[in-house]
Each structure stands twice: as C-alpha cells, then as structure tokens.
C-alpha cells in the first residue's frame, strides 16, 4: 500500500519548509540533531491537563537522570512507563509531553515519562540501566502515584520500544517488577541494516538506513557489542516467561522487518502477542499526533492496555 495521503502531504511539506543547505541528520552532529526534535514537538497541539504533574530525579551508576509522573485523575487504575524514541541520541521527555499526556487521558493511567541518559555523552548501557532503574523507581512509588496496587506497564516507540524489550527481560531473569503487558511501537530489536525493509527505496522517508546506522555508531560504537541482547533484543537465546506484548510496526519503515520478527519470535516462545502492522504508515507515526495515523496507532494501544486493567480489576474482585 502506498504511503497515506496525509503522511504524503506532511513529508511534502517538511521537504518546502526545509533550508535548502540543511543537512541530513546522519551528517548532523547530535547537539544539531536535537533541535529538530523540537520543532517536530511544536505540532503536536495543545496538551490535555493532568490532575498532577510531578517531577523527580533518580540516582543510577555515577550520574542521574529525571522522571516526569503524569496522573490524569484521582483514582489511575494502571501506571505506564513510557520511554521514548530518538535513536538513543535524541529525543526527551519535554518533546514527549503532549503525547505522553494525551497517552494518560486516553488510558486514565498515570504515565512515568523517562528522561534516560543519551549518546554519546553516555553510551550502551547506560540507557537501558536508567530505564530499568526507572521502572524499580516507579514499581517502588506506585502507591504514592495510584493510591494503590496497579497494574505496571512499560511502553515506547522506536529506540524506546527497544528499551522496553530490554527492560521487560531484565525484569523476568531479575525477579521483577512485574510487567502486566510491554508496549513496543516500531522497536528497535537488532543491529543489521541488510533486511529487505532496510534497502526497501520506499521506506527512506522520516528514518532512513543512513540515519540508524549514525544512531548505532553514537548508541554502540563496538560492532561486537551490538549482538548483547541489551543491546539487540532479538539476540537474545531465550523469550519465553516474558510478559504480553503489544507490537505495531509500520508499512514504510527502515525497522519494520526486525520488529516483526521480534513479535514472532515472542509467539513462538509462547508470549501472548497483539500486534499489527499499520498499513501506509511511516516510522514515526504514533507520536506525529497531527496525522491521522497517529490515532488509529493510539486506538490499538489504548484498548490493549484498557483490557489489561478491566481484567487485573475482575480478578482483585
């Protein structure tokens, strides 16, 4: 299927607005790379309130990084940690902060938005240490966030999907938190640029192969390293135990193929496995809440995490 007319007219329109000297973010520096997060959050509208915003920093290794807790009402019947995206060098919880707040008053639950540590001032693992110790941090905290016991979820798209795979197995070989249900929206789950969606001409639009291999290069400099499970979830020997998953990828995506081989690969090692793949859509989808790609993606999310807590809630009965 073709690139959705929508997704068309917002690429055509970026191309017209762009400096005709503008360079590709692969031969961009990361300090000139994250100001284009920036302006892409600016189109994102108008950010629903929350009955509480709070903002904490947690200590991890020999630095820290910050959390911004999101509670949409009184009573949030689950909390979600949300990493996000931007290929482990960009990206932040403020360029987040409507769509994680849009994420908390379409679900009801809190969200705990993670502000990981980038490369490369701070390579592998540091990012995937943070997010874990985000996730003990909220398990910790969740009556003070809830009220009460809830259901845990961990969610993120691109280079925060695959954060959440890695903290969802470090969980399970770790004993805990326990995680009702692991988000990945077009995750990162491996380090190999020769996949058919990678060389695919169609699929160099918002993300290009160009793009992930600069990402790799800042994220995991050591090509060896890349084959970690931590690193790339998708190496890893075992995924049986882990928790259900959700798994969106997209039609016209750099990362569509190891995404879904990840999603099949929970299936065969007997994790329960929605997924679906958004036709017409590109990287980037979910959180370019402008395009009407972005809600169907929230749809599929939302009633998935809404299943989760109607039915932890029957069983507390």
Not at 164 to 174: E, G, K, L
Not at 222 to 228: G, K, N, Q, Y
Request: proline fraction near 8%.
């Amino acid at each position: 299927m073709a690139l959705d007319p929508a997704t068309t007219m917002f690429i055509q329109s970026m191309a017209e607005a762009a400096d005709a000297d503008a360079k590709p973010l692969h031969e961009m520096t990361p300090e000139e790379a994250r100001g284009f997060g920036g302006a892409m959050a600016e189109m994102a509208g108008p950010a629903p309130p929350m009955a509480r915003v709070e903002e904490h920093t947690v200590e991890q290794g020999d630095g820290s990084f910050s959390l911004r807790v999101l509670v949409p009402n009184d009573t949030p019947p689950g909390v979600i940690v949300y990493y996000h995206g931007g290929g482990w060098v960009i990206g932040s919880i403020d360029e987040t902060d409507t769509m994680a707040r849009k994420l908390a008053e379409r679900t009801s639950c809190a969200v705990v938005n993670v502000e990981y540590r980038l490369a490369p001032e701070h390579r592998y693992p540091t990012a995937a240490d943070d997010c874990y110790a985000a996730l003990e941090w909220t398990a910790a905290h969740i009556r003070e966030i809830a009220g009460r016991e809830v259901p845990l979820f961990v969610a993120g798209d691109s280079a925060g999907g695959n954060l959440s795979a890695v903290v969802a197995r470090r969980s399970r070989d770790r004993g805990g938190p326990e995680i009702a249900l692991q988000v990945l929206i077009y995750p990162v789950t491996d380090a190999d640029f020769e996949r058919p969606s990678y060389v695919d001409p169609a699929n160099e639009l918002l993300l290009t192969k160009e793009a992930m291999v600069w990402f790799w290069d800042h994220y995991v400099p050591e090509a060896e390293r890349r084959a970690e499970p931590d690193a790339s979830p998708l190496r890893a020997d075992d995924l049986s135990g882990l928790p259900p998953a959700v798994v969106l990828t997209a039609e016209h995506d750099v990362l569509r193929d190891e995404g879904e081989e990840y999603a099949r690969r929970l299936e065969e090692a007997g994790v329960p496995v929605n997924f679906q793949r958004h036709p017409g859509q590109m990287h980037g989808f979910f959180t370019l809440l402008m395009l009407p790609g972005s809600e169907r993606g929230f749809q599929h999310v939302v009633k998935a995490i809404r299943s989760v807590v109607v039915k932890q809630a029957a069983v507390a009965r």
